[in-house]
Structures are given as C-alpha cells and as structure tokens.
C-alpha cells in the first residue's frame, strides 16, 4: 500500500489518518476559530443596531476567515509524505482546505477525492479511510 492521507474537516476541527503500509496515524486538531458572530449591546449604542452589527459581523467574519486559513496551514505539513490525500466533510470546510492544498505545488496532484461525509467517530472514519484507500 502506498501512503495515504484521509482528512476529515469542518471549521471546527480534523481528523487526519495517515496510511503507510501497515502503520496508520490517527491525528486529531482544532481549530481554535471562534465562533459565529453574536451581536451585542443595546439599543442606540454607538450607532444604530443594524449598522453596528453588519460592521461587526463583517469584520468577525473576516477575523474567523484569516484563523480557518492558520488552521489549514496547520494541517497541510502532516499531508507532505502522502501519495495519495482524500478530503472529507460536511460543509464548504473540505473545499476551502482543498483549495489551500491546490496552492502547495508538490501537493496540488496528490488530492484523489472532495466528498461531502456526516460526522463521524474516529472508528468510523478510520475504516472509511482504510477502506477508501484499499481499493
């Protein structure tokens, strides 16, 4: 068996196997990106509420985009030695982290799949990786 690399992702988190020959690492990493933007304050508290809070939530949403692309930076080092790389995800996480990988030359070729996946415990996604890569 070649190496291989499964990465399970969404905003929050990853699960990273890695697969060579009969050794499989299991990795799991957060993010550490806050959550999504919760507006506060009360009424006529600096401005109305709508104009504050499209300048915070714009601005919130900015600072989460810049720590979503620390985290797959993070994350693109432990693929270096894979032959293989298959992303999963349920949301647009698996994409945009696709889309960083798409940036690393050596890696750019490497990427076998993008598929939409439920959560799922790491047993779970450690036999769906073994069983992707098996074939």
Known sequence: MKNS????????????VSLAGETVTLRHLQSGAESHFKPSGGWKSGGTIVAQSVVNEKS?????????HAFYRNII?????????????????????????GKVHVLRDKISAVEACDRMTENQFLAKAKGYFAS
Do not use: C
């Not at 690399?5 to 990273?16: C, K, M, T």
């Open 77 to 101: 080092p432990l693929l270096e030695n894979a032959d293989a790389i298959a992303i999963f995800g349920p949301g647009e996480a698996k994409t945009e982290f696709a889309g960083e990988i």
């Open 60 to 68: 919130a949403e900015e600072s989460r985009m810049h720590q979503y």
């Open 5 to 16: 690399a499964a990465i399970w992702i969404d905003h929050r988190e990853a699960l990273v």
